[in-house]
DNA sequence: TTGACCACGTA
DNA sequence: CGTACGTGGTCAAC
């Protein structure tokens, strides 16, 4: 428990513009970038103290200076995430919720302006906070001139580090790991940006090349084969050769003509008219390599690709909702043909690892249902679960999903009826998350992020439209379990960066259950034993002693394709 | 230029 | 399509 205790020191580090500062475990110190980094290398080496910044993202000069061993983080804008909710977490909003000061009376960010008179007071010029407790709205851009000014941007950092750790103890058990998980997934983050997806660049042209043709050698040409892919769909319905197929409303008139009459013409929906007209089959082609053309073309290839054939785009340790990672480029909708694209790099492997069944197994950790956790000691849970209810491994499978994320459509009535009773603890548990989202309230995550339930109420309040009612309610439900699957996967993803860092082992994807990890050929069985490894520990300490297992799917591949389906 | 909607890829 | 995300298309309102 001693990482969790108050016993470790926190030492706060901003930096702004080349300058940088550092407060805390005696030391209070400002310089250079290369100077504060070297403080944070010697206070590494001694203390072990882990380290507060107001977001990775402010501080990835230093971290990136202090690579190795990798520094224990508090990083306040999760922190924030996390214990207050929402995704908003500049400095003056974490400030502000630490120190319990209203929202109502935060100023508004950064304006650049002199003087800033809306606490009704004037603000000295070196005054970090105005008469009403709240941060000058300058605080983290302008104002940071001095290194005097940094040193105290850095006590403030540390101070709200306290104040929300203290909160975060007094609210539940894990929250503190839980913060200390998420400070790591944002360091991790910076990393994913820089490191980039290893891919073949050849590959993936060749691929590009057979959905959407050659690179188009002039802009005229480009428009000459959009003209053709257009005209392949175009020829099944005479005399409506204008039909704009980016058009869903023209597309959809034309269906209709030719006898088709659909309320939208989304894949789904059309998939059943394949054979009725040839026209459908055709527009669903079209659609799938109008889709690689537009997102995943060479346009996509070039800006995203690097030289150095590595595929990067943004990450971000949670979304506003639940809390799972978001990626930006395509690092998380690649379309799975393309994945023979993504391909390690020489003398590499890929090892893979996937999590198996991880929401109906967080479940159990989260319910504290004891019979439900009985199943997960099976590799397939839904055979114990199916023998239990007396009934077909599928139809267990449909009712166990069903409960979860409150499927509408499907026959899963009857064994739903069979799960209630089979498991009351862990059906009780995502009745009650559903009656809190009809209700609007918020609620937390096993680890302890708060999740506002608020959403649609500003356009009709709480029973006035039952749809929406029942859309908070199947949000809340789906929020428990995939919150908690992001938590616990967080803290997988950081142990095998721990683990994995020695062995020059790099994750260069993290896909909501799924870990994409770069690693020398030579060290490839050593990798994967590590990241199963790191399972059996992260789970452990996230789980706390529940009887559930977790199970993860790995194994040693070139190519992204070369995994299971 | 911006926001709504549609559509669709991933988990 | 149960939930979530990011992206790019068109269209209407600026």
Redesign the pocket.
């Known amino acids: 428990m001693a990482s969790h205790g108050t016993d470790v020191d926190l030492v706060a580090v901003v930096v702004h513009r080349g300058r940088a500062a550092l407060v805390g475990a005696g030391a209070r110190l400002a310089g250079s970038v290369p100077e504060v980094a070297s403080a944070m290398v010697t206070a590494a080496s001694t203390s072990r103290p882990r380290f507060v910044w107001w977001s990775a993202r402010y501080a990835g000069e230093l971290v990136a200076a202090v690579a190795s061993p990798l520094p224990r983080a508090w990083d306040l804008a999760e922190a924030h995430r996390i214990l207050h909710g929402g995704w908003k977490a500049e400095p003056g909003r974490v400030w502000a919720a630490a120190h319990a000061l209203p929202l109502s009376s935060m100023p508004e960010a950064s304006s650049g302006d002199l003087f800033d008179f809306s606490a009704g007071d004037e603000l000295g010029p070196d005054d970090l906070t105005r008469s009403d407790g709240h941060l000058r709205a300058d605080a983290a851009s302008g104002w940071l001139e001095s290194d005097a000014r940094l040193l105290r941007w850095a006590e403030a950092a540390l101070e709200c580090a306290a104040l929300q750790r203290d909160r975060a103890e007094t609210l539940g058990p894990r929250i503190v790991g839980t913060i200390h998980s998420e400070s790591a997934a944002a360091l991790m983050c910076l990393e994913l940006e820089a490191g980039g997806l290893p891919v073949d660049r050849a590959v993936l042209e060749d691929l590009i090349g057979g959905f959407a043709g050659p690179r188009a050698a002039s802009e005229e040409a480009a428009v000459a084969a959009r003209r053709a892919r257009d005209a392949e769909v175009l020829r099944h319905v005479p005399g409506r050769e204008s039909t ?1 197929l ?7 008139d034309m269906l209709a003509g030719v006898g088709v009459d659909v309320p ?7 998939d059943a008219y394949r054979h009725v007209h040839p026209v459908v089959d055709a527009l ?1 082609t079209w ?2 390599a ?2 690689i ?3 995943y073309g060479y ?2 290839l070039d ?1 995203c690709v690097g030289p150095d054939d590595r595929l990067r ?2 990450w ?1 340790a949670c ?4 809390g ?1 990672m ?5 690092l ?6 393309l ?1 023979s694209g993504v391909a390690a790099h020489g003398g590499h492997v890929f090892v893979r690892a ?1 999590l198996g069944q991880i ?1 109906p197994r967080v479940l159990a950790v989260v319910s504290g249902d004891p019979v439900f956790a009985e199943a997960t000691r099976a590799d397939d849970l839904y055979a114990p679960v199916a023998s239990r209810l007396g009934v077909e491994r599928p139809v267990a499978k449909v009712a166990v ?2 409960a ?7 026959a899963a009535g009857e064994a739903l009826k069979g799960l209630e009773r089979a498991y009351p603890v862990a059906m009780g548990l995502l009745d009650r998350a559903y009656e809190s989202g009809v209700r609007g309230e918020p609620l937390r995550t096993f680890g302890g992020r708060l999740v506002p339930t608020g ?1 649609f109420l500003a356009q009709s309040p709480i029973g006035t439209n039952p749809a929406l009612d ?2 908070r309610g ?2 809340a ?3 428990i ?2 919150g908690a699957a992001a938590e616990l996967f967080k803290a997988w993803a950081a142990t095998v960066r721990a683990l994995g860092a020695p062995l020059g082992a790099q994750i260069v994807l993290c ?4 870990l994409l990890v770069h690693a020398p050929a030579d060290r490839a069985d050593e990798v994967a034993t590590l990241v199963d490894r790191a399972l059996a520990d992260a789970s452990r300490r996230w789980a706390a002693g529940a009887p559930v297992r977790f199970v993860a799917d790995t194994s040693v591949i070139q190519r992204w394709s070369d995994a299971k ?1």
């Open positions: 704009d980016r058009n869903p409303q023209q597309v959809r939208n013409t989304r894949k789904w929906v059309l669903l659609r799938k109008e889709r053309a537009t997102t346009r996509w800006q785009g943004g971000s979304d506003g909702a639940a799972r978001t990626a930006e480029n395509g998380h909708n690649l379309p799975a043909a994945r996937d929401e999903l069903a979860m994320y409150g499927q509408r459509s499907g959403r029942a859309a199947r949000f439900r789906n929020a379990i995939q896909l909501h259950d799924e389906p």
